[in-house]
């Protein structure tokens, strides 16, 4: 957590967002909690995607819209693969605050205070752009109102009409490997709506929009407590700057703020698992984020890396399922598999983020679980920040697009690219 050298300047920022609308409603909260409910239950595949870290600089209407293109068009490969509906959430209109390994950075013989997020400090190499500041927490509140309402108006506004998923094409994929398979079951579903609307005699219209939901790491608790908010119609406090918070890593400690907050909140929540988590840790974070085990009020997010899941998965599913609690299971394939290359750059290989999705759903079904869904880190923009993927990214391009100013993104290719696989790997 960030220690803010005015603490009348961070009470003033609070104070102010505590007046300022929320983004999301509890009714929509209530319904997401339903389908993550149903995910739980197999009847549902969760896709949960988005930029590690949102910038201030990237809200604006291309960088929103391409990535809800890449959101739709992994979740239309997935619905036609899998024979489920799928729960879109964005990781998006709030993610600008981050936790980091270290408090400091040292670049040059210099060292600084570590960027924490847009909403926190600024990226640039600058004592004074690493300062703190609660004013940013009011303009993270207004970028995200800016996305979400861009978001509402695209769907709303028929963007997301299944009868034209040509709209969601992004022009510099026309040449990727995929994009024949793509375009086949683009096709082929166009096939299947026009069937179904000749036998119905009428144009459907629940065809014509999806439903969109929003997450966030929920570290920044000024910001999160702030737009926490009592709502007497649905008898409890909710936390209104999203739908779907999550805990990370770093600060899921079972006696640590974050697990307390979440404890007094409504809505759905989710914690990131790593490998150092035990059977015995996890069953007690259960018990205090989930006592009576409310259907999908608790996701667990798993992040082991290839190389460490078979070992560290298999135990937390056998005592989560021999204890009787129901959680919705989800695999998180990037964050335990970052690695730096010999050029200094944060990266990923696609090889490492595929083994470890193929291994969660063969150690799920081993178990007698079910993996719900995925959590990825991508972005719609043309970047080179992971290597390998169909066109076989290496060190060396990494250097040509690498704008991430936190973890390395795959691209819009990698990422239809893992939704395929998924589904190759599911349908075997
Ligand atoms: C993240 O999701 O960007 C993140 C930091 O994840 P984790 O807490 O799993 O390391
Ligand atoms: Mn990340």
């Known amino acids: 957590m960030p220690v803010y050298p ?15 609308p929320p983004l999301v409603t509890s009714r929509e ?17 969760v896709l949960q995607g988005g930029d ?14 391409n990535r809800l293109k890449v959101l739709l068009q992994m979740s239309l490969v997935l619905v036609h693969g899998l024979k489920v509906p799928v729960v879109r959430v964005g990781r998006f209109a709030g993610q600008y605050a981050k936790p980091r390994s270290a408090d400091t950075e040292t670049r040059d013989g210099q060292t600084l205070p570590s960027y924490r997020g847009d909403m926190v400090n600024g990226p640039e190499f600058t004592a004074a752009a690493r300062v703190p500041d609660p ?7 207004a970028r995200s109102a800016m996305t979400m309402n861009f978001v509402r108006s695209l769907i709303d506004g028929g963007f997301a009409d299944l009868h034209h998923p040509e709209y969601w094409g992004l022009g510099w994929v026309e040449q990727s490997p995929h994009a024949a398979e793509y375009q086949k079951m683009v096709e082929s579903i166009g096939d299947a709506v026009r069937f179904m609307e000749t036998l119905a005699g009428r144009t459907m219209q629940s065809l014509n929009r999806v439903e969109f939901y929003t997450s966030h790491e929920a570290l920044l608790l000024p910001y999160e407590e702030a737009l926490t908010r009592q709502v007497p119609r649905a008898d409890g ?23 307390e907050y979440f404890r007094g909140i409504r809505n759905p929540v989710a914690v990131k698992i790593g490998p150092s988590v035990t059977a015995d840790q996890l069953l007690r974070l259960i ?19 290839a190389s460490q899941i078979a070992e560290r998965l298999p135990p937390l599913l056998e005592a989560v399922r021999r204890a009787g609690r129901r959680v919705l299971w989800i695999c998180d394939p990037m964050h335990g598999n970052t690695e730096s290359t010999h050029n200094g750059y944060k990266t990923r290989r696609f090889e490492n983020i595929r083994h470890e999705i193929e291994q969660a759903f063969d150690l799920h079904a ?28 290496t060190e060396i391009d990494l250097q040509r697009a690498y704008r991430t100013t936190v973890d390395p993104r795959l691209n819009y290719e990698q990422a239809l690219e893992i939704a395929m696989l998924i589904v190759r790997k599911r349908g075997a």
């Open 6 to 20: 005015d603490a009348a300047a961070l009470a003033a920022a609070q104070d102010e967002l505590r007046t300022l």
């Open 366 to 393: 081993a178990a007698g679980t079910r993996l719900g869904g995925v959590h990825l880190e991508l972005t719609g923009e043309n970047v080179t920040e992971c290597l390998g993927g169909a066109r076989e990214l």
């Open 135 to 141: 004013r940013r927490m009011i303009k993270a509140h």
């Open 52 to 65: 590690c870290a949102e910038s201030f600089a990237d809200c604006n209407a291309g960088v929103i819209t």
């Open 237 to 259: 406090w909710f936390n209104l700057s999203t739908h779907f918070p999550w805990i990370g890593m770093r600060t899921a400690a079972l006696d640590g703020a974050h697990v």
């Open 29 to 45: 909260i209530l319904a997401l909690r339903q389908q993550l409910a149903d995910a739980q239950d197999g009847r549902r595949f």
């Open 287 to 305: 018990d205090v984020l989930n006592p009576d085990d409310e259907p999908g009020r608790l996701t667990l997010i798993h992040r082991m890396g």
